[in-house]
């Protein structure tokens, strides 16, 4: 049975999440600020962390980075009220698996830890993801290229590892904002091929393929 840590400080909010998640089969823990939460992360006796931003005595966004800095790799879903962009991309560039504004769904907070628990349990029974000389190192979160080890910003190594987990497979964008920002953008977003494009930097433009009409693939 998953254990999930819930870091929140509304009581309101975390008995909701918390009845709710237990009722689905899970084992929850309550803390109500970002010490303690980091201090209950770290330990290790959890499998996924509900975190909010706006938690007392050390912010949401400071626990991130310092879990993510120590290399603490337990699945993060972010919660909360902050819904700039500023804050969704600095929450997911620091290591979020995943973000959600309040006010939210239950149903599809619940669809969301269901997805980030599934897939850090195949990360574990397959740690790697390879593509010729290209390498995805799941635990470690390096990339090779040949000999060398190149560097990935969270959502650069999200979208290689989705191309890497669907082989020769075409990704349309609305697939990939999908499995990779796990929300809705504007449909005229083009934040898709501005990653593409960096990441085709890092690794080789050749390495992932345009489809005309369709999207991309990884070569």
């Known amino acids: 049975m998953s254990r999930i840590l819930i870091a929140e400080d509304d009581i309101h909010i975390a008995s909701f999440v918390g009845k709710g998640l237990r009722a689905a089969g899970y084992t929850t823990e309550h803390v109500a600020d970002g010490e303690t939460a980091l201090m209950m992360a770290r ?9 909010d931003i706006g938690l007392p005595a ?15 790799t337990t699945p993060v879903v972010v919660l909360t009220a902050r819904d700039s962009v500023r804050d969704t ?5 620091g290591g979020a698996n995943d973000y959600m504004t309040k006010p ?3 149903a599809e907070l619940l669809a969301r830890v269901r997805l980030r628990l599934q ?11 390879t593509s010729g000389d290209l390498r995805l190192d799941l635990r470690s979160r390096r990339v090779h ?9 969270a959502r650069e190594f999200a979208l290689l590892e ?3 987990r669907h082989p020769d497979q075409v990704l349309s964008r609305e697939q990939i904002l999908g499995q990779v920002w796990g929300y809705d953008f504007d449909p005229a977003s083009n ?3 501005v990653y593409v494009r960096a990441l085709r930097a890092k690794i080789g433009a050749e390495r992932v393929e345009t489809v005309r009409g369709m999207g991309y693939r990884v070569r």
């Open 162 to 164: 989705t191309f890497l």
């Open 43 to 51: 330990g290790g006796g959890f499998d996924m962390v509900v975190l």
């Open 145 to 153: 290229v040949g000999e060398s080890v190149v560097d990935l910003t």
């Open 89 to 93: 991309v600095a929450g997911l560039e």
């Open 191 to 193: 934040v898709v091929d």
């Open 104 to 106: 939210f769904q239950f």
């Open 119 to 129: 897939d850090d349990t195949a990360g574990s029974a397959d740690s790697s993801l």
């Open 58 to 72: 050390m912010d949401g966004f400071t626990v991130l980075r310092q879990l993510r800095g120590e290399g603490v």
